[in-house]
T-cell receptor, first 108, second 116 residues
């Protein structure tokens, strides 16, 4: 059982659609990070959230940390083919624990 | 800056063989980590180091050794390879700014290891 559960596992949408992916846990984290990974490459950090209820925006991406610091969501507005990739969340509890990821495909 | 570099990019071993995966960073980061990534499992922490001369175990340390003699290098040694160690291995280095209670991680491109 993963400490961090991500859903959905796979998501395939058309360009221009909106989407939300979720990262849930029963554990409390001091911070939570989102990464994007492309095939054959290492993950790249997108954002770190540290305060319960915090919302951060990165262009068309909106990240939210749950009030209890146990969960997070990533919302993408008007998805583009360049958003295609594996999205990973990772929570810090003195060591970094990763979810299994959401594989997003955006079709033109 | 080259960032985090890993060698080799691909490796095939036979069961029982030993090898070292190399990792180097040129960003003067104190914190370095090794992860393995398996389908449906995400990344799992193998070992990490908070500075030269200091290492500690992560979530899945068995079968792996590390050392940190310099800030730049953090090699991962497989003592006697097993098929269960077939995976993609990522090295990461990280830093935190003063007053910041989290690290910003930078990952290398990975080593794809197959153990037959």
């Amino acid at each position: 059982t993963q400490l961090l559960e991500q859903s959905p596992q796979f998501l395939s949408i058309q360009e221009g659609e909106n989407l939300t992916v979720y990262c849930n846990s029963s554990s409390v984290f001091s911070s939570l990070q989102w990464y994007r990974q492309e095939p054959g490459e290492g993950p790249v950090l997108l954002v770190t959230v540290v305060t319960g209820g915090e919302v951060k925006k990165l262009k068309r991406l909106t990240f939210q940390f749950g009030d209890a610091r146990k969960d997070s969501s990533l919302h993408i507005t008007a998805a583009q083919p360049g958003d295609t990739g594996l999205y990973l969340c990772a929570g810090d509890r003195n060591d970094m624990r990763f979810g299994a990821g959401t594989r997003l495909t955006v079709k033109p | 800056n080259a960032g985090v570099t890993q060698t080799p990019k691909f490796q095939v071993l036979k069961t029982g063989q030993s090898m070292t995966l190399q990792c180097a960073q040129d960003m003067n980061h104190e914190y370095m980590s090794w992860y393995r990534q398996d389908p449906g499992m995400g990344l799992r922490l193998i070992h990490y180091s908070v500075g030269a001369g200091i290492t500690d175990q992560g979530e899945v340390p068995n079968g792996y050794n590390v050392s940190r003699s310099t800030t730049e290098d953090f090699p991962l040694r497989l003592l006697s390879a097993a098929p269960s160690q077939t995976s993609v291995y990522f090295c990461a280095s990280s830093y935190s700014l003063p007053g910041q209670n989290y690290n910003e991680q930078f990952f290398g491109p990975g080593t794809r290891l197959t153990v037959l």
